[in-house]
C-alpha cells in the first residue's frame, strides 16, 4: 500500500475528466487522473480491433467538442485535427436517395428534387434552429440556478436567466419554449413533407435517448446538433483525424503538458471520507490517494452509488440518483470491410462515403424500431448511422480497405432474455441485412465486424446502463435537474466531492462542457 | 453539378471570360468580355441581351389569384389591368421587407409573380382557403432582357408584331421565328429595355433570332456585372445586397421596411381587405420611417484631392462595389453605403446609402469613407435624387 | 333589433360560464348555439339519455359559488368515489378516496405501494393546487408584459415557492415526466402504477411512455378531484344549471342558431352571420368554438397573419377517444360485482388499464391510425342499467378505412374486451349506442374529434395553448376571444377557461 497527496484526484480519464484535470492544473493545482482501463478515452477511445484496421469503438463524431476547450487548451497543438464530413445521404426505401451535401444551392436541388416547398422550409428552418442555437447558449455556459433555493448566488443566477429570457424576442422565447417540449415528429411535421427528410431529421433528436421521434422532448435534442454551427469553428458534424480517440489523445497530451499525472490501470474502489469530506479516494489494488477535492468524472450512479457509501448522503438524494434515467438505447457495429458498400440508389464510389449515411427512411420507421426496443427487443429495422472514416482520414486502414462504424438505435440495455452471444449475433445480423437491403456487396464485403452492445459499453467504458450521454437527455434530466435537483452545480451532498461529466448540466453531447464547467466552480469553491 | 439556363448551350460557347457566376442554384455569365465595357455600353447606347433565367417565377391562377397578390403584396392587385406590369415588394407580418419583383397580369385571372428568392412556400402559406393554384417555372420558363436605346429595334426585327405601341411595364404576346413568348416592357438597367419570357424548350431558337436580327444594331450578350453597373445608375436595389430579406435576417436591425426602400409609392394601405404587414406599415406611415435609403453622389474634386496626396490618380472599381462603407455627418456614423459604384455614362462617382433620420433629406451633405492606399479616409457626398441616370427614351 | 355588446359563439359550458359572468358585469350577452340543445359536450346527441361526450365532470367551486349555481341544484363539492381497476382473473384494485381503504386494496399488490398511497395523493393534491392556480392566471404574452399582467405572474411563482423546496421541484419534474416514469418513482406494482397512469393518457393521443403524460395526470386529477369521474352521468346537469343561471342574469341564448362566419373588417371583429343569412354585430365575440374552427373556419385563413395561420393549422388535435353506451338487461353494478367481487359498492369508475405495457400498447396502434385491439377502457354506471365507455384509442384519422367502416368494429372490440373483465356481460347486452371521433366532429364541431379542443400536451400547455401569443384568450383579430378550452386553463369540463376569458374581457 502505498499514499500519494495530490490537491485533486479525478476519476475516470475520458475525455471529460481530462478537460477537468487540464483546467484544474491549468489553475496551478496538482492533479491526477486515475484511470480503470488501460488506455486513457472513456468512451472517445481509439482501438486496433484487426489488425490494421482501426477503430473509435464507442463514440465517432466529434460535433460538439467545444471550440472554447479546442482553443483554450491548444488542442491542435497536440494533435487535435477536425476534418470535416461534408454530407448526409439517406437511401430511400423506393430505390430513390436524400442526400444533403456541403454546399447550399447542391442541397437545394436535391431536396427540390423531392419536394419544391422542402426544399425552401430547409434553409428557414436551418435559421430558426440556428436562432435557437444561439438562444440556448448562453443557457448551456451557465451553472444552473436552482430555483427554489433562496441563496444569494441562486437568485443571482435566476435572475440573469430572467434577464435573459427577457432579452429574446417574443419569437424566439416561442419557438425555444416549443423546441423544448415538442416531439421531433411534430416540429418537423410543422416544416416538411419529405418522408426521408423528416426521417434523417428526427434522428438526431433521439441519439442517446429512451425514446422515439413522437415522444415530447426529442425536439430538444436536435438542437444539440445545431450547436456546433454557430461557434464557426467548424461545421456541425466532423470526424477528428485518428478517430474520437484522437481527440482524448490530444486532450491527454495537452493535460500531461500542463503538469496532470495520468495513471491508468487504476480502478477506484472507494472514494475516502473524514469527518463528513471526500479526502481521497482507494483504488481496488489497495494504493491511496489523497487530495482536497475528489472529482468523479463516471456517470452519477457510478460517482453515488458506487464509489460511496450511501450514508454520507440524504436518502431522498440517494432515491433521486437511483431514479436517474440511464437506459441504454444504442449500440454499435464496426466494421472491416474489403470495399466500399455500393449503394444501388446512388451506384459506384462517390462523395456520399465521405459522409454520414443514414438509415432513416421515415418517421414512422424509426417509431417502428422504438416500439421493438421498448417491449425489450432489439430494432428489426432498426436506425443506422454509418461512417466510413477510412474514407476522410486514410490512416485509418489498411490501403484499399476500409472501416466503417454504425451507430445503431434501437439497442436496449434489458433486452428481454439479457444479452447472449446469440442475441449479438441477431442484432449484428438486423443491421447487416437492413445495410444489404440498400447496398446488395455489403454482407460480402465485410472481412470482421466488432459488436458493442449497451452492456458492452457498461462492461468496456464503465457506463451505467451504457448510456451514451450517462443518463438520458430528458426534460427532467436536464438543467437545474441533472442529475438531481439542487445539485446541479457540479457540487454534492458530500463537500470536497463533484461530479464533472455527462450526467451533469449540460449532459451528453455538448462534449467537454461539464468538465470545464465543473473545474470552473471547484476554483470558486478552492480555499 | 449545379443548375445551368436553357441558354448555357449558347452563353457557355461566347463566355472568353470563364466568369461564371452564380444566381439562385445557377451559374449564368458574370462578363463575357475580360472587361466589362463594351457590355456595359451596350446597355446605355445599343442593344445588350442578357440571360435572366434563373430569375423565379410563379403562375398564379384562379378565381382568387388577385386576392391573394393583394394579400401578399403591398400594392392594389385590383387594379392591375390585363396585359399590364406592378414592380412591387412583399412583406412579412412585421412589415419588414420579404422581397421584391414583379407582378405581370396575363389574362382575367392568372398573374405572373417574378422573385429573386424561391416563394413557393410563402405563397402557399398565404394561399390557404384560397381558390387558387400556384405553379412554379422556374425552370420552364427562359427569360431574357434586352436592354438599350437600339431593343425596339431589334424586336421589331424579329417580333411578328411590332413592339412600337408597347407602353412602359405592360406586356403583350408576340411570337418570334413561330415561337410564342410574351414581351414586357422592363429591366433592370433604367434604360428602353424589354424582357422576353418563352418555353425553356424554346430558348435557344429566341437566343438566335435575338442575335441575329441584333447583328446590325450592335446587340451584345451581356453578363450580369456590367447589368450591375446600370442598375446602381438607375437607383434600383439588389436583394441581399441594398436590403437583406426579413427572412435572411438574423436581428432586427438587418430588416427593411419599403418605406425605408423608398418603396412609399408601392404601398396601398387603403386597398380592402387583409394584407401582410399592414398593421406595422399604417404605423410606420404615420411616424415616418427612421431610416431611409437614397442615392448619394461624391464631390469628385475632395476625393481627386485625397488620391493625390498620395500620389495617386482616383483608384475607381470596375464592378460595384457591395462592401458596406460607412457615412458619416459631422463626425457621427449616421448610415452606410451597401452599393457603391463609378458611373461610365455620369463620369461619377455614385452610391445606394441607408441613412438615418433626418439625414436623408435631399440635398443633405455627408461624408462617405473612402479607402485610400489602405488608409481610411472620409470624402464630401450629397444625397441626391435618384434614378442617377435617367435617359429620355426610358419610358417614351 | 337589440344592440349586443358581447356574442358568444357556441353554448358550451365555457360559452355559458362566459356569458354568465359577463352578464353579471352587466354586458348584454348573445349566445349563439348551433345544436337544438345547449351544453355542449356535456350534452348528449338525444338518442341516449343522460350520455354525453364528457362521461363526467364538474365545474371549479368558485364558478358554482360566483354564479350562485347552488340554485339550480350543483354542488361546489361533489360526492367522491372510488376507482376500480379492472384485472385478469376477476381480480380487482380499488383505489378508494379514503386513502386508508385504498391503501387496504393495493396491500395486496404492494405493502410498499400501500405505505406510499397517502404520500401520493397528498403530493398530487399539491400538484393539483398548483395547476389549479396556474388556470387561474391569464398568462400575458411573454416576455413582454406589462405590470397589470406581470403581478398575477409574480403570484403564481411566489405560490409555487411557497410550497416548499422539495415539493417544488417534484412538481417541475413531474410536469415533463411519462407517466410510466412518474409511478414508477412512486409505486412498484405494475397494476397500481398502470391504474394511476392511465389519467395521465385519459384524452390524449399518448401512451403511457411519452413524455409530457405526467402533467396530463396532474391535470385529470385536478379536473376530477382525484381518480374516479365526479359526477357520472350527470353532466348534463351542469349545463342546464349554467343556462338556467346564465338566462336569469338576462343572458339571451339562441339555440338552432348556426355561427357561418366570424366578421372581420381589418383584423378588427364586427359580428357574426348566421346560417340564416342573419347578420348580427358586436363590438366583441367570444369563441367557444376550438381554435382551429374558430380561426381556420369562422374567422377564415384569409383574414388572418400568415404566420399565424400556419400556427392555427399546426395546432394538435388528434382525437382518439369514442364514447360509448351499452344498455343492459341486467343491473350493471351486479354484473361488475359478480364478475370482480373486489370491487367497492361505491365504485364508480372502473377502468381497463392492467398494466403499463397494456396502455402503451393500446397507444402503439394509434400512431400508425388504426384502432387499438386491447383498448383501454373507462367504465361509468350512470344508471342501474346502462354503462357508459370511454374507448382509447380510437384514431380520428384511421390509416386504412373510414369510421363508417369501423363503428361495428368499434363495438366488437369494447365488448370483448369488457367481456375479458366481465365475463356475464355477453348475455345481458341490449343495445349500444356509439360516438366515434367523427362523430364528435360532426355533432359537436369538435375538429377532429379532440373533446379538449387540443390535445394536452407540453408544447400546447400554459403561455403555449392554443398558440404562443393567445395564451390570454386574445387573439390577431381585436375583439375576438377565444373562451373555450382549447386556451390555458381548458380541457376537460372545468369552465375555467370560459371565467378566465371573461376575466379579461372585462379587463380590457
Known amino acids: 500500500m502505498t499514499l500519494h497527496t495530490y490537491d485533486a484526484i479525478i476519476i475516470g480519464g475520458g475525455h471529460n475528466g481530462l478537460i477537468n484535470a487540464a483546467y484544474l492544473a491549468r489553475a496551478g493545482k496538482k492533479v491526477i487522473v486515475l484511470e480503470r482501463r488501460p488506455i486513457v478515452g472513456g468512451a472517445a477511445v481509439t482501438e486496433e480491433i484487426f489488425p490494421g484496421f482501426h477503430f473509435t469503438e464507442f463514440s465517432y463524431v466529434v460535433s460538439l467538442l467545444r471550440p472554447e476547450i479546442i482553443r483554450e487548451l491548444e488542442l491542435p497543438r497536440h494533435g487535435l485535427k477536425i476534418l470535416p464530413l461534408p454530407s448526409t445521404f439517406t437511401p430511400m426505401e423506393n430505390g430513390d436517395y436524400l442526400a444533403a451535401w456541403d454546399d447550399h444551392d447542391l442541397t437545394r436541388r436535391e431536396l427540390y428534387r423531392h419536394s419544391p416547398k422542402d426544399a425552401e422550409a430547409y434553409d428557414e428552418y436551418a435559421r430558426v434552429m440556428v436562432r435557437m442555437a444561439m438562444a440556448v447558449k448562453p443557457l448551456i455556459s451557465l451553472v444552473p440556478p436552482d430555483p427554489s433555493s433562496l441563496s444569494i448566488r441562486d437568485l443571482m443566477g435566476l435572475l440573469k436567466v430572467g434577464e435573459y429570457a427577457a432579452s429574446l424576442s417574443q419569437k424566439d422565447l416561442y419557438q425555444l419554449a416549443k423546441l423544448v417540449t415538442q416531439s421531433s415528429a411534430d416540429l418537423l411535421d410543422e416544416w416538411f413533407e419529405t418522408d426521408a427528410l423528416k426521417g434523417t431529421k428526427s434522428a438526431s433528436g433521439i441519439i442517446g435517448t429512451f425514446l422515439g421521434p413522437r415522444s415530447p422532448g426529442t425536439a430538444y435534442v436536435l438542437l444539440h446538433h445545431y450547436m456546433g454551427e454557430i461557434d464557426g469553428a467548424f461545421r456541425a458534424w466532423g470526424f477528428a483525424k485518428n478517430g474520437s480517440g484522437g481527440v482524448t489523445a490530444s486532450i491527454a497530451s495537452a493535460a500531461r503538458a500542463l503538469g496532470v499525472k495520468i495513471r491508468t490501470q487504476s480502478p477506484v474502489k472507494q472514494v475516502t471520507v473524514k469527518n463528513g469530506r471526500a479526502v481521497g479516494v482507494a483504488l481496488e489494488n489497495g494504493d491511496e490517494f489523497h487530495a482536497k477535492v475528489v472529482v468523479s468524472a463516471a456517470d452519477p450512479k457510478r460517482t453515488f452509488l458506487q464509489f460511496v457509501e450511501p450514508k454520507y448522503f440524504p436518502d431522498e438524494f440517494v432515491t433521486q440518483i437511483r431514479n436517474f434515467r440511464t437506459r441504454g438505447s444504442s449500440g454499435k457495429l464496426n466494421i472491416a470491410l474489403s470495399e466500399l458498400p455500393n449503394f444501388t440508389a446512388l451506384p459506384g464510389d462517390g462523395p456520399l462515403h465521405r459522409g454520414a449515411i443514414s438509415i432513416s427512411p421515415s418517421i414512422d420507421y424509426i417509431e417502428r424500431a422504438y416500439d421493438d426496443a421498448k417491449y425489450g427487443q432489439v430494432s428489426r429495422r432498426p436506425y443506422i448511422d454509418m461512417i466510413i472514416p477510412s474514407m476522410i482520414d486514410p490512416d485509418m486502414a489498411p490501403p484499399g480497405q476500409h472501416v466503417m462504424s454504425c451507430f445503431v438505435q434501437y439497442v436496449p440495455y434489458d433486452v428481454e432474455g439479457g444479452w447472449t452471444d446469440e442475441k449479438k449475433d441477431q442484432f449484428a445480423e438486423h443491421v447487416i441485412a437492413t445495410i444489404e437491403q440498400y447496398a446488395p456487396n455489403f454482407r460480402r464485403a465485410i472481412i470482421g465486424k466488432q459488436v458493442i452492445t449497451p452492456v458492452d459499453i457498461e462492461r468496456i467504458a464503465g457506463i451505467t446502463g451504457g448510456n451514451i450521454f450517462h443518463g438520458e437527455l430528458l426534460l427532467h434530466q436536464l438543467f437545474f435537474l441533472r442529475p438531481a435537483p439542487q445539485w446541479a452545480d457540479f457540487r454534492t451532498p458530500l463537500p470536497g466531492y463533484y461530479l464533472a461529466a455527462s450526467g451533469a448540466h449540460p449532459g451528453g453531447g455538448v462534449m467537454g462542457a461539464a468538465g470545464k464547467l465543473a473545474a470552473m466552480e471547484i476554483l470558486k469553491d478552492w480555499k | 453539378m449545379l443548375r445551368t439556363t436553357p441558354f448555357h448551350e449558347r452563353t457557355s460557347t461566347l463566355c472568353l471570360a470563364q466568369n461564371w457566376r452564380r444566381w439562385a442554384g445557377c451559374i449564368v455569365a458574370g462578363s463575357y468580355d475580360l472587361t466589362l465595357d463594351r457590355e456595359y455600353w451596350a446597355i446605355r447606347n445599343a442593344a445588350a441581351l442578357i440571360d435572366v433565367s434563373p430569375l423565379m417565377k410563379y403562375i398564379i391562377t384562379g378565381r382568387d389569384a388577385a386576392r391573394l397578390l393583394n394579400r401578399i403584396t403591398t400594392r392594389n392587385i385590383d387594379k392591375l389591368a390585363v396585359g399590364q406590369v406592378y414592380y412591387t415588394g412583399w412583406c412579412d407580418e412585421d412589415g419588414k421587407m420579404l422581397d421584391d419583383g414583379t407582378v405581370s397580369r396575363l389574362d382575367e385571372t392568372t398573374y405572373r409573380l417574378t422573385s429573386a428568392d424561391p416563394s413557393l412556400r410563402w405563397l402557399s402559406m398565404n394561399a390557404v382557403s384560397l381558390e387558387v393554384d400556384i405553379t412554379e417555372v422556374t425552370h420552364s420558363v427562359a427569360a431574357l432582357s434586352l436592354q438599350g436605346p437600339r431593343s425596339r429595334v431589334v424586336l421589331n426585327g424579329c417580333c411578328e408584331s411590332p413592339v412600337d405601341g408597347l407602353k412602359y411595364f405592360r406586356l403583350m404576346k408576340n411570337s418570334i421565328y413561330g415561337i410564342p413568348v410574351t414581351i414586357s416592357r422592363t429591366g433592370y438597367t433604367g434604360d428602353l429595355g424589354y424582357e422576353i419570357w418563352m418555353d425553356a424548350g424554346s430558348a435557344l431558337t429566341v437566343w438566335d433570332a435575338l442575335m441575329d436580327a441584333g447583328h446590325d444594331h450592335g446587340i451584345a450578350p451581356t453578363g450580369i456585372l456590367p447589368m450591375d453597373i446600370a442598375r446602381v445608375e438607375a437607383g434600383l436595389f439588389m436583394i441581399e445586397v441594398d436590403y437583406t430579406a426579413a427572412t435572411h435576417a438574423i436581428i432586427e436591425a438587418q430588416k427593411s421596411s419599403p418605406f425605408e426602400l423608398g418603396l412609399d409609392w408601392t404601398v396601398n394601405l387603403d386597398k380592402p381587405g387583409y394584407f401582410v404587414g399592414r398593421r406595422a406599415l399604417e404605423r410606420e406611415a404615420r411616424e415616418g420611417p427612421a431610416w431611409k435609403m437614397v442615392g448619394l453622389e461624391v464631390d469628385w474634386n475632395p476625393m481627386e484631392r485625397l488620391f493625390r496626396q498620395v500620389g495617386l490618380p482616383p483608384q475607381l472599381p470596375a464592378a460595384p462595389l457591395r462592401a458596406s462603407q460607412p457615412v458619416f455627418s459631422g463626425g457621427v456614423q449616421v448610415g452606410y453605403a451597401s452599393t457603391s459604384a463609378w458611373s461610365p455614362v455620369l463620369k461619377k462617382f455614385i452610391a445606394l446609402a441607408h441613412i438615418q433620420r433626418p439625414y436623408y433629406e435631399l440635398g443633405t451633405d455627408l461624408r462617405l469613407e473612402v479607402t485610400v492606399e489602405h488608409h481610411r479616409q472620409h470624402t464630401a457626398a450629397k444625397v441626391v435624387k435618384t434614378p442617377f441616370y435617367e435617359p429620355e427614351w426610358k419610358k417614351k | ?508
Not at chain 3, 396502434?365 to 346502462?386: C, M, R, W
Not at chain 3, 372490440?413 to 347486452?429: G, K, M, N, Q, W
Open chain 3, 1 to 508: 333589433m337589440p344592440n349586443y355588446d358581447i356574442i358568444i359563439v357556441g353554448a358550451g359550458h365555457n360559452g355559458l360560464t362566459a356569458a354568465a359572468t359577463l352578464a353579471k358585469a352587466g354586458k348584454r350577452v348573445l349566445v349563439l348555439e348551433k345544436r337544438p340543445v345547449v351544453g355542449g359536450a356535456c350534452v348528449g346527441d338525444g338518442n341516449a339519455p343522460g350520455f354525453a361526450p364528457f362521461l363526467g365532470g364538474m365545474l371549479r367551486p368558485d364558478i358554482i359559488r360566483t354564479l350562485g349555481l347552488e340554485r339550480y341544484g350543483l354542488q361546489p363539492a361533489p360526492a367522491k368515489a372510488a376507482f376500480t381497476s379492472l384485472l385478469p382473473g376477476s381480480d380487482t384494485l380499488t383505489l378508494d378516496p379514503d386513502a386508508t381503504q385504498a391503501a387496504e386494496s393495493i396491500r395486496r399488490f404492494s405493502e410498499k405501494d400501500a405505505a406510499r398511497w397517502p404520500d401520493f395523493v397528498a403530493f398530487m393534491g399539491k400538484a393539483a393546487a398548483f395547476l389549479d392556480a396556474s388556470y387561474r392566471t391569464i398568462i400575458p404574452p411573454l416576455p413582454k408584459f406589462d405590470l397589470t399582467e406581470g403581478i398575477p405572474l409574480a403570484q403564481l411563482g411566489l405560490k409555487l415557492r411557497g410550497m416548499g423546496r422539495r415539493d417544488m421541484l417534484n412538481i417541475i419534474r413531474a410536469l415533463p415526466m411519462t407517466a410510466q416514469e412518474l409511478t414508477e418513482e412512486w409505486f412498484e406494482s405494475d397494476v397500481v402504477r398502470a391504474a394511476v397512469a392511465s389519467l395521465g393518457i385519459h384524452g390524449v393521443t399518448l401512451g403511457v411512455m411519452s413524455a409530457g403524460t405526467g402533467f396530463n395526470l396532474i391535470h385529470n386529477w385536478l379536473n376530477r378531484g382525484g381518480m374516479a369521474q365526479p359526477n357520472p352521468g350527470h353532466t348534463g346537469e351542469i349545463a342546464s344549471a349554467l343556462a338556467q343561471a346564465a338566462k336569469a342574469l338576462g343572458v339571451e341564448i339562441r339555440t338552432s342558431a348556426e355561427v357561418t362566419r366570424i366578421r372581420v373588417e381589418r383584423e378588427t371583429v364586427r359580428g357574426v352571420t348566421l346560417a340564416s343569412g342573419e347578420e348580427i354585430s358586436a363590438p366583441v365575440v367570444l369563441s367557444n368554438a376550438d381554435p382551429k374552427r374558430t380561426l381556420l373556419g369562422l374567422v377564415g385563413a384569409p383574414e388572418l397573419p400568415p404566420t399565424f395561420v400556419w400556427q392555427s393549422r399546426n395546432i394538435k388535435m388528434r382525437g382518439s377517444v369514442a364514447k360509448l353506451r351499452i344498455t343492459l338487461a341486467t343491473p350493471a353494478a351486479n354484473l361488475i360485482r359478480l364478475s370482480a367481487p373486489q370491487s367497492a359498492p361505491a365504485s364508480a369508475t372502473f377502468v381497463i388499464a392492467p398494466s403499463l405495457r397494456y396502455l402503451e400498447k393500446a397507444y402503439d396502434t394509434a400512431k400508425y391510425g388504426q384502432v387499438s385491439e386491447n383498448p383501454y377502457l373507462e367504465i361509468t354506471v350512470p344508471t342501474a342499467n346502462t354503462l357508459d365507455v370511454h374507448f382509447q384509442f380510437a384514431p380520428y384519422s384511421l390509416k386504412q378505412s373510414t369510421w363508417d367502416l369501423e363503428r361495428e368494429t368499434l363495438h366488437q372490440l369494447t365488448l370483448d374486451t369488457l367481456s375479458e373483465y366481465i365475463p356475464t356481460l355477453h348475455a345481458s347486452r341490449i343495445t349500444i349506442h356509439s360516438l366515434t371521433p367523427l362523430d364528435l366532429e360532426q355533432t359537436y364541431g369538435l375538429t377532429e374529434g379532440d373533446l379538449n379542443h387540443g390535445q394536452i400536451m407540453l408544447d400546447q400547455f400554459f403561455f403555449m395553448r392554443p398558440i404562443p401569443g393567445c395564451a390570454d384568450h386574445t387573439t390577431p383579430i381585436d375583439g375576438l376571444y377565444l373562451c373555450g378550452s382549447g386556451v390555458h386553463a381548458g380541457g376537460g369540463v372545468s369552465g375555467a377557461s370560459g371565467r378566465n376569458a371573461a376575466r379579461k374581457v372585462l379587463k380590457g
